[in-house]
């Protein structure tokens, strides 16, 4: 009945805030955990007195709550990107994202073809396999105090390219699968129009400034978030009626708003709506997979995975290499940008939503729960892993003690001395 909505919602936040204990008690990222949460409940679970755990009656309001956490997770992380800040990251950054980027989507769309799936589900699995996941990635960096590191200005580089890859792949996608075209010219116009969309942001981002920042000059911050929310929402619901993931919409918006002088303003307001509803997303994501459905995908995931470390471990090698630091703080970067979680889940709701294969539910969320586990253990233990491989590869010689010359005794003058 409507009347137990309420208390579903609550009881639902109650185990999402107890499971973000938990995972922060473990000082673990709170993604695993959470999509773990939803599995363990939804309609498969007991009703336990007058707590029911299948929330039937709250599954779409709380599945509305992670479309909502999605546009604040794209939103934010178009606030933190800039066009300029790309300009002014160097060569270095451009080299490394393309080798990054370009190595895990080709042996994705290699895995796509190896296990036999048609072309969009193939590209769809390449798109996943290549984002990495930069609320994680950023936790673990914080967490083992590396941010002074010398690799991680090129990690941060490389994510922030992984993220334009990432708009620019939701782009095409959508007008590739929501276009609603079945002609070659009318999917041609679906992607150009995508892409169109996505330049006009950009253009308005480096050439709107000045007006932005006048029209967003609000003293009272009840009003101002309202402005902010309200483009957010009206931007993203306008985006899906031009076949753009509203979740791109959002991004763009994000972008828009990076280069104003309010961007410090906009993320202070907007971070605790981004944690809670991006927590609820998570939720929801694992509510609506049926755990008895994983095992058919278990293997696919297992091997992307394998895949995806290897690709990672190599991309962060070269990239590192060749932006001139050290084979150890090289694999740093591909034991630290390993971590799959957000994006990737973005990318197969989109195939979802184009009426994709349903295999790519359970696939994604194995392969994400796997990787959102180890990928923060592969950092924390890079020096070990950096070691033990460093005897097999010889990459760099051990420095070992110096040796001191031993100095000579000085040589006795007194030849009338006695001898021995």
């Not at 604040?72 to 800039?82: I, T």
């Amino acid at each position: 009945m409507t009347n137990h909505l309420v208390f579903e919602v609550g009881t639902a936040l109650v185990l999402v805030a107890l499971t973000a204990l938990l995972a922060n008690k473990l000082k673990f990222s709170i993604i695993p955990f959470l999509i773990l949460l939803g599995m363990a409940v939804g309609p498969h679970a007991p009703q336990i007195g007058i707590i029911d755990l299948t929330f039937i009656e709250s599954s779409e309001i709380i599945e509305f709550f992670g479309r909502i956490g999605v546009l604040f997770l794209l939103f934010y992380l178009g606030l933190e990107f800039s066009v300029g800040k790309l300009i002014r990251s160097g060569r270095s950054i451009v080299v490394g994202g393309s080798i990054y980027v370009a190595l895990n989507f080709t042996l994705g769309v290699i895995y796509g073809v190896v296990t036999g799936f048609p072309i969009m589900e193939t590209l769809i699995i390449a798109g996943l396999l290549s984002v990495s996941s930069s609320a994680i990635v950023a936790k673990v960096l914080v967490d083992l105090k590396r941010t002074a590191n010398s690799e991680t200005e090129l990690i941060l580089g490389i994510i922030l390219f992984d993220d334009i890859f990432l708009a620019l792949f939701l782009s095409v996608m959508s007008g590739l699968l929501l276009g609603g075209s079945t002609t070659v010219l009318g999917t041609i116009f679906s992607v150009l129009i995508s892409l169109g969309y996505m330049i006009l942001f950009f253009i308005i981002a480096r050439k709107g400034t000045p007006i932005l920042n006048k029209l967003l000059n609000i003293k009272s911050n009840e009003i101002f978030i309202l402005v902010i929310f309200a483009s957010l929402f009206f931007i993203a619901g306008f985006s899906e009626k031009l076949h753009v993931a509203e979740a791109i919409g959002a991004l763009l918006l994000g972008l828009v708003f990076s280069e104003t002088e309010h961007r410090e303003r906009i993320e202070h307001l907007v971070i605790p709506f981004r944690d809670f509803f991006g927590a609820l997303f998570f939720f929801s994501f694992g509510l609506s997979i049926d755990p008895f459905s994983l095992s058919g995908a278990v293997w696919l995931a297992i091997g992307a995975v394998i895949l995806t470390i290897f690709s990672n471990f190599v991309a962060g090698m070269i990239s590192g290499r060749k932006a001139g630091l050290s084979y150890k703080a090289s694999s740093n970067i591909g034991l630290t940008i390993v971590s799959r979680g957000e994006f990737s889940i973005i990318v197969a709701n989109l195939g979802l939503m184009g009426g994709l294969m349903p295999i790519l539910k359970p696939f994604t969320a194995v392969y994400v729960l796997i990787l959102a586990i180890i990928g923060p253990l592969l950092t924390k233990e890079s020096k070990n892993i950096y070691n033990f491989l460093n005897k097999i590869f010889k990459w760099e010689k051990s420095k070992g003690p110096k040796r001191v010359k031993a100095i000579p005794k000085p040589q006795n003058d007194n030849k009338n001395s006695p001898g021995l």
